[in-house]
């Protein structure tokens, strides 16, 4: 597999920190591979097989994350579970969230990470999900399958996003459990495919990308 690299992307991702791309490419080189031995491993009856979807989507941008944060001393995992963003800069401001987890926003660095599926015969494209509007810094871990074995197409990035990039939450029926959600809109995927990080080369020769002129390739 061969990556493309978008040197002039941006990269920063707290007031003193950036994204290291060679430590990036290191890890999607190698998560392939671990996600293929983890899938051997399994047993008809492994609890795992039987995740849906959209929680299999999930886990594979959180492996990448924890992936990438085992690679770097600037990257600390929050450890509330609901805590935002799921991802913190290594600071001095950061501390006393990464000591005292809280729901508080943290809001001077850091990132979430979402994942975006893509069938085998679609384009790539890059989206975004989150319970409210006041995200503003994504990492996009764009997936698909690959002979059953998931597999990273792509990662985009952004800290720009804003309300306006996101509609107004859906509240579910009536009496609905459902989380309120809500996916960027047309200016929010925007700045995500306007300032990819990592291509597979291979995938966007095959697939093509949704929306090429945004991509700025």
Request: include cysteine.
């Amino acid at each position: 597999m061969a990556y493309l690299r978008n040197n002039k992307a941006y990269l920063k991702f707290s007031p003193v920190h950036k994204f290291d791309m060679d430590k990036l490419e290191k890890v999607l080189n190698k998560s392939h591979a671990i996600f293929k031995d983890a899938y051997k491993k399994r047993h008809k009856y492994d609890p795992a097989n039987y995740v849906p979807m959209r929680n299999i989507s999930g886990g594979i941008g959180e492996a990448f994350a924890q992936m990438l944060v085992d690679e770097s001393d600037d990257l600390k995992t929050n450890p509330h579970p609901d805590g935002y963003p799921d991802i913190l800069p290594n600071t001095k401001e950061a501390k006393k969230w990464l000591e005292s987890p809280t729901l508080e926003d943290f809001k001077k660095g850091g990132f979430d990470v979402k994942s975006k599926f893509i069938a085998e015969d679609a384009k790539i494209d890059t989206n975004a999900s989150a319970h409210h509007v006041y995200t503003t810094s994504v990492l996009n871990v764009i997936w698909m399958w690959k002979n059953g074995v998931p597999f990273i197409v792509g990662i985009t990035y952004t800290d720009k996003l804003t309300e306006n990039d996101w509609p107004k939450p859906s509240a579910g029926k009536a009496g609905s459990k459902t989380t309120p959600s809500c996916s960027i809109n047309k200016t929010g995927k925007i700045k995500l495919r306007s300032n990819w990080l990592f291509l597979d080369e291979e995938t966007v020769r095959n697939n093509g990308l949704n929306n090429h002129k945004d991509w700025n390739i």
